[in-house]
């Protein structure tokens, strides 16, 4: 594992985040592996472990606490956030942030953000009556936090404005950082925002919660010709390790699996070459009509009808890179009122999407595309069919 410099810490440059923790069959977080999880990760140099409120409906930031009380308390740094872009009647900082000690079981944060600073998060960060960056500027005073910054999906705008707001309060800047944003979500422009500020930029979504993990056939070829021993989703990592302005890169590792392959990619410093980052910008040119959706979930919660937003719009996606099939065995296995046909579009979605999708509309382009395609119980009847056929012409044959 590799380190990079913040203040006085050597951090390691890949972080665990703890937003997509492995689930048993209940969809409750699964300790055990999370557990061994975070034993790898430690053992293979990571100290950086984030997590957040609302993340796992609360329950993230209790098993990290678990899994990380197993250690010294000075041989890690835990990341939690503010949940101020939730849409709520009133916000009281000092009852949040002593819950979330309680609940991690520490005394301190190392880092401490505010969450999803965006265009509608803003006014409840800048309300005066809330006092909120100034509660935690006293925190941080008391040593109850040692490092504060902010996470953001806004525009440049909304940042510049939150940072000019906090009055160098911010010491580091999360955002979402990838090879296809870099043009898609203007983190080019962040990126050198941020850097002309002298504040030190983490990574989210550096993979994109998975799609940067699957490309489409020719361009994987290419990669495997080129780096026949690194999976897909390194080549991810590795765009962003020539980065210079950027610290931290979480990753939301779901399974052992991913954490091996992606502690394997920071054993070293290997950003990718000139001819490396051709290959992704071709890669890129061939992705623009997907939705930006990276499964954070915030829509779902205010949905009236429940439906799984993120799941609907990957299934959007995977029908314009995959075959159909695969979209009408996953939609069919859903009762119909958790289909996009029953979107009301009352735009509640919309209104908390950090990637300012138009969730309804979105909705409604699938449930036409839907009615479109076959459904899967037909293709299933006509492959048996097409079975039975071809067995009773190789009969006849014989």
Request: net charge neutral; proline share 5%.
């Amino acid at each position: 594992m590799y380190y990079n410099n913040f203040k006085d810490k050597k951090i390691s440059a890949l972080a665990f985040g703890t937003m997509r923790l492995p689930v048993d069959a209940s969809g409750a977080i699964d300790e055990k592996q999370t557990f061994d999880m975070v034993d790898y990760a430690i053992a293979h140099g990571v100290n950086y472990f984030d997590t957040a409120y609302p993340y796992h409906g609360g329950m993230s930031e209790i098993v990290d606490g678990k899994a990380l009380k197993r250690y010294p308390r000075d041989s890690f740094y835990l990341a939690t956030k503010f949940p101020g872009h939730q849409i709520s009647s009133s916000y009281n900082p000092k009852e949040i942030f002593e819950e979330q000690l309680a609940k991690c079981g520490v005394d301190y944060f190392d880092f401490y953000l505010l969450h999803n600073v965006y265009e509608n998060s803003i006014n409840v960060y800048t309300d005066e009556k809330w006092e909120i960056l100034k509660y935690f500027r006293e925190q941080k005073r008391l040593g109850r936090i040692h490092h504060l910054g902010f996470s953001s999906h806004g525009s440049i705008d909304v940042i510049k404005e939150f940072i000019d707001y906090c009055e160098g309060d911010m010491e580091f800047c999360q955002i979402q950082f990838n090879y296809l944003d870099w043009t898609l979500q203007n983190a080019k422009e962040k990126y050198q925002i941020l850097a002309e500020r002298g504040i030190p930029m983490w990574v989210m979504e550096p993979v994109r919660g998975g799609r940067l993990a699957k490309l489409d056939p020719e361009t994987e070829s290419q990669m495997k010709k080129m780096r026949p021993d690194d999976s897909i989703a390194s080549w991810a990592f590795r765009w962003i390790q020539g980065m210079d302005n950027v610290t931290v890169t979480l990753s939301g590792m779901s399974d052992m699996a991913q954490m091996v392959d992606n502690i394997k990619t920071y054993e070293k410093k290997s950003p990718l070459t000139e001819e490396e980052k051709k290959v992704l910008e071709s890669a890129v040119e061939k992705m623009y009509d997907s939705i930006p959706c990276t499964a954070c979930r915030y829509c779902c919660d205010g949905c009236p009808k429940g439906i799984n937003i993120p799941l609907m719009i990957s299934i959007y996606n995977e029908m314009k890179f995959a075959p159909v099939v695969n979209a009408s065995m996953r939609l069919e296995a859903l009762p119909k009122d958790k289909l996009p046909s029953a979107c009301i579009k009352c735009g509640k979605c919309s209104k908390v999407c950090p990637q300012k999708i138009n969730i309804p509309e979105a909705m409604t382009e699938l449930n036409i595309a839907l009615s479109k395609m076959p459904k899967w119980t037909d293709i299933s009847k006509e492959r048996e069919e097409a079975a039975k056929k071809l067995k009773t012409q190789q009969k006849t044959s014989k």
